[in-house]
Structure formats: C-alpha cells, structure tokens
C-alpha cells in the first residue's frame, strides 16, 4: 500500500509572499487532515475533510490560509501571504474513516521556512 | 477542551535500558490513544493504537498501556537500541472521535 505523498519536501519563502503544498492521501482514504507543526511542538490540526466537505476548519486562520479537495482526492493548501510565524513543518494525514477505531498514516511533510 | 501533556520533555539513556514515557490527558472520555514515532525532519510513523475497551497493546519491544480513569497512558520500551532514538508523540481522539489531540512530544536519544 503506498503512503502518504507531499511536496515539495522543503520551500523556503520571504513574508507576504505565498504558498502551496500538495497532499495525495493513501487510496480509498475517505478522511484527509492538515496539521501544523511548530518546532519543538506536536501537530496542531489546521483543517479535516471527509472526501470533497470540510468536518472542521475551526483552527485554520482563514485570512491567509486556505485548503480545498475538489474531488474527494488530492489536497492543496495555500498561505497567502505568508508571515514568519509560519515556520512549520506541514503534515497531511489520512483515515480510512472517522470512526473511533481508525488510526491515522501521515506522510512525510513540508518544511517551510518564511524569512 | 482536551489537552495533552507528555513527560519527560527529553531522555537519555544508554544501550539496552528499558524506559517508560508518560503521556497525561485531561478529558478522560477518550475514544482511542495512538503513540507514534517522529524521526527529525520526517513524518510521523505510527507504533500502536488502543482503543478505549483496552487496557494495553504490544508490538515487538513495545508496549503501551492505557489507564482511562487517570487520565494516563504509558510507552513502554524494553532493551533500547541506538535505532530507538526520536520524539515519541502521543495523541487521543477526542469525545467525537473526528481528531487526534497531541502531546507535545518526548525526544529520546539512546547512547550506544
């Protein structure tokens, strides 16, 4: 079964320019998280879909951040424009469903540097 | 609103020792607790899931042990490797089973 994929693996970028990062969950995988990981931190989530609808955007700073996943696959999230406090890792995940017994796999990242 | 607290923040251990990780969460109404493995600068690599009903799981030299009432969880690992060294994150799912809530992590470094 293949995994997560992301990219870029890496971007670096000067403030207020913008952004975007790719996400293709693992094949049938209904659920596809986005979360934000600050060093030294654990992931925060920033927005959670269940195929092409949004479950929870609740942490998601709308003015500048936006994701979408048009048809229930892929996933892209955009900063626009970026601000230094956007260092992070960026992790997407995918669930084969939101029950309370499913796990998640995670891919591998986007490290973003805003200088 | 669920939070959750892992100690120690950092370990160091030598070679073959066993060591426990401690992972605190306020809202004891879980669905499942998840314990994952972060490598620097790579994704998260899950290592075991327990679901509510249970009270530990296993998986080679790891077991992780699930104590609801309290509001714990524990990551053993017996007779470390050098290989055993990154962060070691725990997440709960919350009462609506939708998402993960994590800890912020325990960086453990084994010395050969």
């Known amino acids: 079964e293949a995994g997560v994929a992301q990219s870029p693996r890496y971007k670096i970028i000067e403030k207020r320019q913008s952004v975007a990062f790719w996400c293709n969950p693992i094949s049938g995988h209904a659920t596809l998280y986005w979360y934000q990981q600050i060093l030294g931190q654990g992931p925060k989530l920033l927005i959670q879909f269940q195929n092409n609808g949004v479950v929870d955007d609740s942490q998601l700073p709308k003015d500048r951040f936006s994701a979408e996943r048009l048809k229930g696959v892929d996933s892209t999230l955009k900063i626009q424009p970026a601000k230094l406090e956007d260092s992070a890792v960026y992790l997407c995940?995918?669930?084969?469903?939101?029950?309370?017994?499913?796990?998640?796999?995670f891919g591998s990242g986007t490290r973003l540097t805003v200088v | 609103k669920q939070e959750v607290t892992q100690i120690p923040a950092a370990l160091s251990v030598p070679e073959g020792e066993n060591l426990v990780l401690n992972c605190s969460f306020t809202?004891?109404?879980?669905?499942?607790l998840q314990w994952f493995r972060q490598d620097p600068g790579k994704g998260l690599t899950s290592l075991l899931l327990i679901q509510s009903s249970q009270r530990e799981q296993t998986s080679g030299r790891l077991n992780a042990s699930l104590d609801k009432s309290s509001g714990r969880s524990t990551l053993y690992i017996a007779a470390s490797q050098p290989g055993d060294s990154a962060t070691y994150l725990c997440?709960?799912?919350?009462?609506?089973?939708?998402?993960?809530?994590f800890g912020p992590g325990t960086r453990l470094s084994v010395l050969p």
């Open positions: 997440a709960v799912k919350d009462n609506y089973g939708q998402n993960f809530v």
């Open positions: 809202d004891s109404a879980i669905y499942n």
């Open positions: 995940a995918s669930s084969s469903g939101t029950g309370v017994s499913n796990g998640y796999t």
